[in-house]
């Protein structure tokens, strides 16, 4: 089955700075790819989506770009912010799959 | 709010019990999904149900079973539960039975097992 895997697991930024998470799928036929944002205790919510037909996108400070090739996706956060603090998690999926595959998050916390 | 509505929000029972959890999908799904989310780990797929036929099983014990009704809501039900069954456990919907577009999770219920 697929698997997914997720760098780094802990990421501390300076307000402002950039914030980068990669992560890795072993499945080729996978073909969406989306983050998902988790504050603590509550639900997680999508905050940007690709598809493998698309290399990059981009919405406002948040970016996702996709290497096929080298089965690797990315999240770029800019100008980060506090509120930007949560746990953030990369998923998989294929176009006739049942589910989505998730890695294992990375805490990210913006100092202030 | 995303639509997904998930009861109760938080459960607590002892070890050995059987308890349900309840989902009902945004208007207009057919798919339900069952994460487990377990403390300071990733999100565990369970099983995949799609108008009301599983399509997908997952880490999912055989203690635990589940089923989605004609409504389109879907039940989860833990047995015989175990101290290491306390975790968050969230479902999920989306439109299709297969997943290329957004999946809206439920806000969760927290099972505590004591």
């Known amino acids: 089955g697929e698997n997914v895997e997720q760098h780094p697991s802990t990421l501390s930024v300076q307000e402002g700075d950039s914030a980068v998470i990669k992560c890795t799928y072993s499945?080729?036929?996978?073909?969406?790819f989306p983050w998902y944002k988790q504050e603590l205790g509550k639900r997680p919510q999508l905050i940007i989506d690709?598809?493998?037909?698309?290399g990059e996108k981009k919405d406002q400070r948040i970016a996702v770009t996709l290497n096929k090739t080298a089965k690797h996706f990315s999240l770029h956060i800019t100008e980060t912010q506090p509120e930007d603090s949560a746990v953030y998690f990369c998923?998989?999926?294929?176009?006739?799959?049942?589910?989505?595959?998730f890695g294992e998050g990375t805490q990210l916390t913006v100092n202030p | 709010d995303s639509g997904v509505t998930q009861t109760p929000k938080h459960l607590i029972t002892a070890t050995g019990q059987r308890v349900t959890l309840r989902c009902s999908p945004r208007?207009?799904?057919?798919?339900v999904y069952w994460y487990q989310q377990s403390l300071d780990q990733g999100l565990q797929f369970l099983i995949h149900?799609?108008?009301?036929?599983?399509?997908a099983k997952g880490n999912i014990l055989e203690r635990f079973s589940a089923q989605q009704f004609p409504d389109l809501h879907s039940e989860l039900n833990l047995s015989s539960l175990e101290l290491g069954d306390s975790a968050l456990y969230f479902c999920?919907?989306?439109?299709?039975?297969?997943?290329?577009?957004?999946?809206?999770f439920g806000q969760g219920t927290r099972l505590t097992v004591v």
């Open positions: 208007s207009g799904d057919l798919s």
């Open positions: 999920a919907s989306s439109v299709f039975g297969y997943l290329d577009t957004e999946a809206f």
């Open positions: 998923a998989a999926s294929w176009a006739s799959g049942s589910r989505l595959t």
């Open positions: 149900y799609y108008n009301g036929e599983e399509r």
């Open positions: 499945d080729s036929a996978s073909n969406y």
């Open positions: 690709i598809r493998s037909n698309v």
